[in-house]
């Protein structure tokens, strides 16, 4: 005699945040482009567009991280996610900050020729380059501009794997690099606004 087995799951959608706000230069008031948004000690976030402006989009989970937005040039803003009003477009005034650098002088012991230069790239691989395998995500995005206005755009995540140059014996033999595309999802779409 035969027996069934039913099983049930009740599964469970993890609610989602959505921050949405604009980043301006608090005293030129112009918006400040391609701006870092994300949730500090994280690998989740996004970047402002041309205009300023970001949504990101966070798992309930991180209600009680800090949200900060970063720019060159500006100094960093930081807020916990439970405290951005979710309903209503916000704006961020980032600081222009400016950074004093010291003063590096460079001289050269003695002119190099091309050859003498390659060489020394070489032979500095193993310590400019990871000699390890490793694993690195990326984001991609591009706009298509026609008449001043985005008619097209395509999103991509990137998982991206490189052998590293540890194989790769130092000497006489052609460098290579070996990277391996290990996955991607993409969006692509086109932009409409309303007249």
Aim: include cysteine; charged fraction near 25%; hydrophobic fraction near 35%.
């Amino acid at each position: 005699m035969g027996c069934l087995l039913l099983m049930f799951f009740q599964g469970r959608t993890q609610q989602v945040i959505t921050l949405t706000g604009k980043v301006v230069d608090s005293e030129s008031k112009k918006s400040v482009s391609f701006a870092s948004v994300g949730i500090q000690g994280k690998s989740l976030g996004t970047i402002t567009n041309e205009e300023g402006e970001f949504d990101l989009h966070l798992p309930e989970s991180l209600r009680t991280h800090r949200l900060f937005i970063t720019c060159m040039g500006y100094e960093g803003f930081a807020l916990p996610v439970n405290q951005w009003e979710q309903t209503e477009r916000k704006t961020v005034l980032l600081k222009p900050a400016t950074y004093q650098l010291a003063e590096v002088e460079v001289q050269a012991k003695k002119p190099l020729t091309a050859r003498e230069i390659v060489q020394q790239a070489r032979h500095s691989i193993a310590n400019n380059y990871p000699d390890k395998p490793f694993k690195m995500s990326a984001y991609f995005r591009t706009y298509l501009k026609v008449n001043d206005r985005y008619t097209w755009f395509t999103d991509a995540a990137l998982d991206i794997y490189d052998k590293g140059y540890g194989h790769v014996p130092i000497g006489e033999q052609n460098l290579v690099e070996q990277v391996v595309l290990k996955g991607a999802d993409k969006a692509t779409g086109t932009i409409q606004r309303a007249m």
